[in-house]
């Protein structure tokens, strides 16, 4: 009986013991997975900063460290991925707290959790399909049956060419996979198998996108025999002339081909001879014609206008002129009559970022000028040439909603007529909320309108409008309007009416929005703990504008310190 009471004491110690190392692996579980939340959160943030100024995080990564808010979220990326790769082995093998871990780290330049799962899960089908998608180099370390899955790696190639390197051998060979491994990274074509760098649609695809790793050249790893392919060799070095040291030695002699890779060479600078004419056939090293090309290429690309002055025979060429063009859009009056009646010319002055380039339609040819479909198509691209079309086509509809539909506020300088059309203000404010302000007076005070100008997160553009006083504060204290403002712009609420900023539910989906917009919230709801926490679960920086005794809330303080972007 004793022993009996021994045995049962002792069983009832072990599964207490392992009840207790149960309840703290789930405690050490929910507290990972609480951090990394709480670090998702900054590296959301972050993400939704870079878009609102037009970049992404991974995008412009160098740009993004000079950035506090993108820093937050690299770092808080980072965090995510060694607070991960330092958790027990058990919790690396948890299945959901892998996929948490892949989810919140949103970028992280390097891809440590797939490295860090357990085998196990670098074998699951679904976890590696999500790391791919958000870093398609993590391939590296998933399973070599999950490298030979079709799925997940034209997911990783999708994300990252040079993920091509760690797909099966198969897959390699696979064309499909590899189209779209070298349209994402031209130098993914190293890893295709040879029997696909021997295919031409695939050297041809690799082209689409210059993305060379240090001074690659592309053609390197094509087959002997498209190197000596003329329409892959000029496409080549029409993307990067120093191509041509690995054409065949045939087309290192083929003129047009020398003249295209001299023309696209990487530094103007550059002595003739350091440049890609070097690779070019001896004759042609010393080619008459090439050495007086070579110069004034140099010239025109230090300054556009130098067009002016060259023979008459550069200005009827066209990659002089582009050159040119390069340079300074301007330049287009000093090319040949030929060249300005030509679309892909004047499209690119047009198009262009050197100078005043929607001016530069004025030295179009009169043909050119009067093509409607030429004018849609750079309309389509720059609205504000719009400024600079003829009288006929500003009182074009056409002609006008595809100018508004790529700047809003170009609807100034369509026709009186058409500034009245709620057609075509409606495209103009969809395009730029500001855009309003040059509809006529009638439409300035459409509802909605005004309603859609507040879809941009904005409710200033009101100043602008040639509406009453009474009648803007009104719209300015109309719930609608407001809240479909600050859903988009938090801060918003700046412009709103005092009695709009004193409506907890206006100030509460503000705060949501952007915690900052705290600051504009009446006295009253400064003073709110609710408000204020929800403004802080946001940004912690937001307690500024807390009133004076909830900026010393010790709970408060750490929530906000915990949240600080």
Known sequence: MAKNSVKQTKKNTSESAQNSQSQSADIEKASLLEIMKKLGLKVKKAK????????????????????????????????????????KDVLRDDKEVVLAAIAESGFCDYPLILKKASSKLQSDKEVVLNAVKQNGSSLEFASAKMQADEEIVLQAVKNDGYALEYASKKLQNKKEIVIEAVKQSGSALIYASKELQDDKEVVLSSFTKQDYR???????????????DRDIVLKAVRSNGFELQFASKELQGDKEIV?????????????????????ASKELQSDSDLDELYEVLNE?????????FVQDNFKNDKDVVLAALANESQALQYASEKLRGEREVVAFAIRGSAGSS?????????????????????????????????DKFKKDKDVVIAAVKQAGT????????????????????????????????????????????????????????????????KLLA????????ININGKALKDASDEMMSSKDVVLMAVKQNGLALEFASRELQADREVVLEAINQNGEALAFASAK??????????AKENEI
């Open 550 to 559: 909830l900026k010393g809330d010790k709970e408060l303080k750490k929530i």
């Open 259 to 279: 003249r295209s890779a001299m023309v696209n060479r990487h530094h103007s600078n550059q002595k003739k001879l350091q440049g890609p004419v070097k690779f």
């Open 358 to 390: 929607e001016n530069a339609l004025e030295f179009a040819s009169k043909e050119l000028k009067g093509d409607k479909n030429f004018i849609v198509d750079v309309l389509t691209n720059n609205g504000w040439i719009l400024e600079f079309v003829s």
């Open 478 to 485: 109309d719930k609608e309007i407001v809240l479909t403002a």
């Open 410 to 473: 170009v609807l100034e300088f369509a026709s009186e007529k058409l500034q009245g059309i709620k057609e075509i203000v409606l495209e103009a404010v969809k395009q730029d909320c500001a855009a309003l302000q040059y509809a006529n007076s009638k439409l300035q005070g459409s509802r909605d309108l005004i309603l859609e100008g507040a879809k941009h997160g904005d409710l200033f553009f009101l100043f602008g409008l040639d509406i009453s006083s009474s009648e803007r504060n």
């Open 300 to 308: 025109v690309k230090k300054d556009g206008f130098s067009l002016e």
């Open 214 to 228: 240090g001074s690659d050249c592309l053609l390197e790893y094509a087959s002997k025999k498209l190197r000596a």
């Open 48 to 87: 939704e900063y870079w878009e609102s100024i037009g970049y992404t995080m991974d995008a412009s990564p160098e740009i993004g460290k000079s950035l506090p808010h993108a820093m937050a979220g690299n770092e808080s990326a980072k965090l995510i991925c060694e607070t991960f790769a330092n958790a």
